[in-house]
């Protein structure tokens, strides 16, 4: 199991700079969404690389979006 932070799990969800922000993956764990974070620290959370891979996968046979953004109306 590698761990990965936020920074590189928001880089692989957007490829090509497209990616969610790290507010819009904390929703997305809260609502069940997305994998959620291993704490590894009091201040320091970590994703488990292959379940992120695991989810983008299982969203490109779906054939969806990677993330869906928030608009503002």
Request: net charge positive; proline share 7%; glycine share 12%.
């Amino acid at each position: 199991m590698g761990l990965i932070n936020y920074k590189r799990t928001v880089e692989k969800l957007g490829a090509g700079g497209d990616g969610p922000c790290k507010r819009t993956v904390e929703g997305m764990v809260k609502r069940g969404e997305f994998p959620a974070p291993i704490r590894v620290s009091p201040r320091r959370v970590m994703f488990d690389e292959t379940e992120v891979d695991a989810w983008i996968e299982s969203r490109r046979r779906q054939g969806g979006p990677r993330h869906e953004r928030a608009t503002t109306t």
